[in-house]
C-alpha cells in the first residue's frame, strides 16, 4: 500500500489529491490537505477518482470495427489500419478532427493538441470552444491582442463580485480555476464583502449570494451595456491606473447610449432602479470584479456580452488590479514584449457555410454541413479526440446521422459511447492514475500563481499506449511518416530546436519525452523552476498572489488594451435591433450538477444514485398554467426536435423559463456504458438550435432556446 499525490484532472478547479494505491488500483481518495494550493478540497466528483478509474466499462485494449461490430486488436495494427485508410482521403480538408473537453484537462492535450492540428493539415477542425468558452477568446483577442490572456477575478483579495450566468457552487468554475469556489466565497463574505449572482435560476450559488437578480436569459448583454451607460450616466467612471494602457474611453460613452436602464428593464426582467444601484455598488466598491460565464457565452452576443464583461471592469479601474480581474503568469510561460500583431479572424472560410475560421478553427455547428454536404472538400472521415459530440453539439439527431455517414472514424476514447459507436477505430486512453499531469492550461487562469507536477501514481501497464504516445503517433501518421516512426528521435530533434529557439544552455532533464519538454519551457519560464524542483515539491509551489502584468501582456498593435474593437463597434447595431424585438416566448436553459462532468461520468454509480438528475425544472406559476405536476412528464418542443423529460416543479426557476442539464441521453444502441444506460435521461441537444450562433465567435447559442412545452 502506497500513498500517491496527484491533481484532479475532471474539471478546472485542479485539486490535490492524496490516493491511497494497493496494488493496481487505487482504494482511497482525499482531498490532499498539503496541497499548496486547494489545501485539502475535494468534490464528490474527485472522490469518485478510483472508482471512475477503475469502471470495468472503460476501454483498455484499441477496437476495431469489422463487418459491423467492434473487435479487439493491437496498438501496432490499429495504428497500421488508420494509416492504410487514410490513404484514401488525399484532400486533407475532407478530414476533420473535433477536440473535445477532455483534451484541455491532460498533459498529452497540453503538449501535442497543437502539434496533431498542425500535422493533420486540414482545415476542418472543430472543437468544444465553439460550444463554450469562444466568445471569451475572441474579446480577448480584440481587446488585449491575445486568445489566452483571460483575466480571471482575485477572489481572495476583492470586495465585490458580480457574476453573471455562472454556478460555481456547481461548476467549480470556469475559465477561473479556483479549488473550493464556495469556500472563498464564503470568505468574502466573512470579511465583509459581498456578492450578486445574475441568473434566471436559483443556482447554488445564487443562493449564497448577498443578492440574486433574477434575468430573462440572453439577457445579459442589455443588462451588462445598461450598468456600463450607468458608469457614464452617475459619473461613476475612474479608470484609476489603467488610464495609460488603454485606448480613450470616451466613444463608449455613445456606443451603450440606447441602452440605458429604462430602455433595458422589460427586455431583461432586471428593474431599472435595480440596475442603477448595481452600477454604484459596483464603481464604489474598493476592489471589484465582474465575472460572466456560460450564460454569458453560449448566448447570441456572446462576444458583445464578454466585451462588455471587461469593459466594466475597466471603466471601473479593476483591471489588472488586486482584487479585481488579472492575468495569472503561469511558471511555463514568459512574459511578454507588451506589443504584437492583434487578433483576427477570417483567415479561410468554411467551405458550405462561409464561416470565418476563429483561432484556426470552424464553428462546431458547422461540422455537420461539411459532413453532409457533397462536392470538393467534403467531409468524409473524422477523428474525434475526447469529444462527445453526438451529446454535446446542438441538433444532436442530425449530428448523429452525419456521424452516422461518413466513410470512416477514429475516436481517441477510453469509452464505447454515443459518439465512438460511429467509430471504425477506437484508440483507448488510460485512467488518470495511470498518466502523468501538469496543467498547462489552467494555470492560465489560476487565481494564484501555482505549480505542480505530478508523475503517473500507478506506472502504465506494458500493453498500454499513453495517451501522449497516441497523439504523437497520430502526428506522424498524419505527417506522412507512416504508423511506426521513431518517436524518440523525432522529438529528441523537435526538443534541440525548441531549446534554441528559447536560447537555453542546459540540457532538460526528465524521464520521459514529456518531461525534458516541460523541464526545458519550465527553466526558461517566469520563475526558472526546473522539473526537478517539482518532483521534489510533491503539494506543488505557491508562486505567490497574482500580480499586476499591463503592459508587458498586450499583444495589440497598439501597445494598449483596446477599449472599442471594430468588431464589436460594428455588432452593436443588431444588439440593438434585438432589444427592440419583444420575446415572450418559454425558453429553455442549461445546469450543471456537481456529481456530472457534460456526458461522461455517468457511468458512475456513486455519481448517478439517488433522485434523476436529468429532469425539467418548471416554475410553479408555469406548471399549474401548463397543468403538469412533480413527477410528471413534459412533452418539450423547439424547432428542431421534440423530447419527453421528468419534471420537477420549483419556485427556483424564473417565469417563462425551463431547465435542463446537458450530457444525457445514454439509451442509444451499441454503447457500452452498463451504469449511464439504468439512469439515461434525456438528450437536450435534441432541442438546441445549430442555426443560432454568435456570428463574432461562431459559438452555439445553447441557452434561450425558444420551445413549447405541455404534459406527455
Ligand atoms: N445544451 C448544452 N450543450 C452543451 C453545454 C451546455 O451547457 N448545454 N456545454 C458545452 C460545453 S461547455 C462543453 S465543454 C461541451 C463538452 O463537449 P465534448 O467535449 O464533446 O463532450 P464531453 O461530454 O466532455 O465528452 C468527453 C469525451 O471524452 C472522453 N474522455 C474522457 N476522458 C478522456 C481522456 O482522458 N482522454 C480522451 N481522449 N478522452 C476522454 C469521454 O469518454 C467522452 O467521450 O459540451 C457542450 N454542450
Ligand atoms: N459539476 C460539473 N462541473 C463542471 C461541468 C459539469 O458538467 N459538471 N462542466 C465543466 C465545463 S465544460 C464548463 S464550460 C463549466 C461551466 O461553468 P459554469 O458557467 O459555472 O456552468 P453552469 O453550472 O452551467 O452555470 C451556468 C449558469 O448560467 C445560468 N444561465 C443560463 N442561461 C443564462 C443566461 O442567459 N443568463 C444568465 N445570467 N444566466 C444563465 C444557468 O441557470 C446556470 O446556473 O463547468 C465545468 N465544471
Ligand atoms: S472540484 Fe474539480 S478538480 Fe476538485 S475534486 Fe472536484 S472535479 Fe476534481
Ligand atoms: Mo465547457
Redesign the pocket.
Known amino acids: 500500500m502506497s500513498t500517491v499525490f496527484t491533481t484532479c ?1 475532471l474539471c478546472e478547479a485542479t485539486c490535490g489529491l492524496e490516493l491511497t494505491v494497493e496494488g493496481d488500483r487505487v482504494t482511497k481518495v482525499r482531498g490532499d490537505r498539503d496541497d499548496e494550493f486547494s489545501k485539502g478540497f475535494i468534490c464528490p466528483k474527485g472522490a469518485s477518482l478510483g472508482t471512475l478509474d477503475a469502471d470495468p466499462d472503460r476501454l483498455r485494449t484499441p477496437l476495431v470495427k469489422r463487418a459491423g461490430e467492434f473487435v479487439e486488436t493491437t496498438w501496432a495494427e490499429a495504428f497500421a489500419y488508420i494509416d492504410e485508410r487514410l490513404k484514401d482521403f488525399p484532400d486533407r480538408d475532407a478530414v476533420a478532427m ?1 477536440l ?4 484541455v ?2 498533459l498529452a492535450g497540453g503538449l501535442y493538441a497543437g502539434p496533431l492540428r498542425k500535422a493533420l493539415g486540414s482545415r476542418n477542425v472543430f472543437t ?1 470552444s465553439t ?3 469562444m466568445p471569451k477568446h475572441v474579446q480577448c483577442g480584440h481587446m488585449y491582442g491575445s486568445i489566452f490572456s483571460i483575466p480571471v477575478p482575485d477572489i481572495d483579495r476583492t470586495d465585490f463580485m458580480l457574476v453573471l450566468g455562472a454556478d460555481p457552487f456547481s461548476s467549480n468554475g470556469s475559465l477561473w480555476t479556483v479549488p473550493d469556489a464556495p469556500g472563498r466565497f464564503r470568505e468574502l463574505q466573512r470579511r465583509g464583502g459581498s456578492f450578486v449572482v445574475v441568473d434566471p435560476r436559483r443556482s447554488r450559488t445564487a443562493a449564497a449570494a448577498d443578492q440574486h437578480v433574477v434575468i430573462r436569459p440572453g439577457t445579459d448583454v442589455f443588462l451588462l451595456l445598461a450598468l456600463i451607460h450607468e458608469l457614464f450616466a452617475q459619473d461613476l467612471v475612474d479608470l484609476k491606473e489603467l488610464a495609460d494602457h488603454v485606448t480613450d474611453h470616451t466613444p463608449v460613452r455613445a456606443l451603450v447610449a440606447d441602452f440605458g436602464p429604462d430602455a433595458v428593464a422589460e427586455r431583461t426582467g432586471v428593474a431599472a432602479e435595480v440596475i442603477r444601484a448595481l452600477a454604484r455598488r459596483l464603481a464604489t466598491a474598493d476592489r471589484a470584479a465582474v465575472y460572466g460565464r ?1 450564460g454569458t457565452t ?1 448566448v447570441e452576443f456572446g462576444t458583445i456580452a464578454s466585451w462588455a464583461v471587461d469593459t466594466l471592469n475597466v471603466l471601473t479601474g479593476n483591471l489588472d488590479r488586486p482584487g479585481g480581474v488579472m492575468w495569472p503568469l503561469p511558471a511555463h510561460s514568459r512574459r511578454g514584449s507588451g506589443r504584437g500583431k492583434g487578433f483576427g479572424i477570417g483567415s479561410w472560410h468554411s467551405r458550405v457555410k462561409g464561416h470565418p475560421e476563429v483561432m484556426g478553427e470552424f464553428p462546431a455547428v458547422t461540422l455537420v454541413d461539411e459532413i453532409e454536404t457533397p462536392g470538393d472538400g467534403q467531409v468524409r472521415a473524422l477523428f474525434t ?5 453526438a ?4 441538433n444532436s439527431a442530425r449530428v448523429n446521422d452525419a456521424l452516422a455517414s461518413l466513410e470512416f472514424m477514429v475516436s ?4 464505447l ?1 454515443e ?2 459507436r460511429h467509430a471504425d477505430v477506437i484508440l483507448p ?1 488510460p485512467p488518470p492514475s495511470r498518466r502523468a499531469h501538469y496543467d498547462l492550461a489552467f494555470f492560465n487562469n489560476s487565481v494564484r500563481n501555482v505549480v505542480k507536477y505530478s508523475r503517473a501514481p500507478i506506472p502504465l501497464e506494458q500493453d498500454r499506449v499513453d ?1 501522449t504516445d497516441i497523439f504523437f503517433r497520430l502526428a506522424t501518421i498524419f505527417g506522412g511518416m507512416g504508423p511506426a516512426a521513431d518517436l524518440d528521435a523525432i522529438a529528441a530533434f523537435q526538443l534541440a530546436e525548441l531549446k534554441t529557439k528559447l536560447g537555453a544552455d542546459f540540457e532538460p532533464e526528465g524521464e520521459t519525452r514529456e518531461e525534458r519538454l516541460l523541464d526545458l519551457k519550465l527553466r526558461t519560464g517566469a520563475y526558472g523552476v526546473s522539473l526537478r524542483q517539482l518532483l521534489d515539491n510533491p503539494h506543488g509551489i505557491d508562486l505567490g498572489p497574482l500580480t499586476s502584468r499591463l503592459p508587458e501582456i498586450l499583444r495589440t498593435a497598439s501597445g494598449k488594451v483596446e477599449l472599442t474593437p471594430q468588431a464589436v463597434v460594428d455588432d452593436l447595431p443588431r444588439v440593438l435591433e434585438s432589444l427592440r424585438t419583444p420575446e415572450t416566448e418559454m425558453v429553455l436553459v ?1 445546469r450543471r450538477h456537481l456529481r456530472t ?4 461520468m455517468h457511468n458512475v454509480p456513486a455519481l448517478v444514485k439517488g433522485r434523476p438528475l436529468c429532469t425539467l425544472l418548471v416554475n410553479t406559476g408555469d406548471a399549474r398554467r401548463i397543468g403538469l405536476t412533480d413527477g410528471a412528464t413534459a412533452r418539450v418542443t423547439s424547432r428542431v426536435g421534440k423530447v419527453e423529460v421528468l419534471v420537477e416543479v420549483t419556485d427556483d426557476i424564473a417565469p417563462g423559463v425551463v431547465s435542463m442539464p ?2 444525457w441521453g445514454h439509451d442509444l444502441p451499441g454503447t457500452r456504458m452498463t451504469v449511464a444506460r439504468e439512469h439515461a435521461g434525456v438528450n ?2 435534441l432541442l ?1 438550435d445549430d442555426l443560432r450562433i454568435d456570428p463574432l465567435s461562431g459559438t452555439a447559442v ?1 441557452n434561450g432556446t425558444r420551445v413549447q412545452v405541455v404534459p406527455a
Do not use: C, F, M, R
Not at 473535445?100 to 483534451?103: A, R, S, W
Not at 479526440?385 to 459530440?389: D, E, K
Not at 462532468?597 to 461522461?600: C, D, K, P
Open positions: 484532472p473535433y473535445g473537453n477532455p483534451v484537462h491532460s468544444a460550444v463554450d468558452q456560460i453560449t479526440i475526447g469529444g462527445n459530440p451529446l454535446s453539439l446542438p481517441v476514447d477510453p469509452y459511447n459518439t465512438t486512453t495517451e442549461g462532468n457534460n456526458s461522461w446537458h450530457g437536450v441537444n438546441t445553447l
